[in-house]
T-cell receptor, first 114, second 111 residues
């Protein structure tokens, strides 16, 4: 089945130690997104890629970076995780349909910062 | 600033009844609105999309209304079942790949 895969499902890191979360998709969608969702809060868009074009949200901290080496893969790098970065990180994809897109989400990676 | 409000308190209803969830927004003119279902520890799953020029959309037991004058969407689940228990999120976009999600309403359907 076509899907969005996130690895790992749970990630534990130390305060200040760089961490990378990965996302892959078999849907061949050209748009990929990263969201941060804290407990009982709304998913918050961090950035998205339209093909290879990177689009950062204005309020996304510089501590968060992303890479998309090809259509299928996208990575979220947290350069120096703080305790406040502990959250669920959701990857999503969509196919450009002229402004009417449905997002397909992965299962998420829960990040714990010690 | 743009704001989306969903009832943060859980909604408990009896099996077989119709559940109605509300999404209100301010300082925004969305091109379309989407509803997603999210189960604990999982990613959201798309349910329905409605455009700004549409009043109502239906899919099986689901119905969404969109009132751009009131800046409100209502999401209905008819003949609710315990399996419908989840958190339901609304999301707005102006069509530029920027989505704003609400915090969601937790629905519990009692058998």
């Amino acid at each position: 089945d076509a899907m969005v895969i996130q690895n790992p499902r749970y990630q534990v890191t130390q305060f200040g130690k760089p961490v990378t979360l990965s996302c892959s998709q078999t849907l061949n969608h050209n748009v990929m997104y990263w969201y941060q969702q804290k407990s009982s809060q709304a998913p918050k868009l961090l950035f998205h890629y339209y093909d290879k074009d990177f689009n950062n949200e204005a309020d996304t901290p510089d501590n968060f970076q992303s890479r998309r080496p090809n259509t299928s893969f996208c990575f979220l790098d947290i350069r120096s995780p703080g305790l406040g970065d502990a959250a669920m990180y959701l990857c999503a994809t969509s196919r450009d349909q002229g402004g009417v897109e449905t997002q397909y989400f992965g299962p998420g990676t829960r990040l714990l910062v010690l | 600033s743009q704001k989306i409000e969903q009832n943060s308190e859980a909604l408990n209803i009896q099996e077989g009844k119709t559940a109605t969830l509300t999404c209100n927004y301010t300082n925004y003119s969305p091109a379309y609105l989407q509803w997603y279902r999210q189960d604990p520890g999982r990613g959201p799953v798309f349910l329905l999309l409605i455009r700004e020029n549409e009043k109502e959309k239906r899919k099986e037991r689901l119905k969404v209304t969109f009132d751009t004058t009131l800046k409100q969407s209502l999401f209905h689940i008819t003949a609710s079942q315990p399996a419908d228990s989840a958190t339901y999120l609304c999301a707005l976009t102006s069509g530029t790949y920027k989505y704003i999600f609400g915090t969601g309403t937790r629905l519990k359907v009692l058998a």
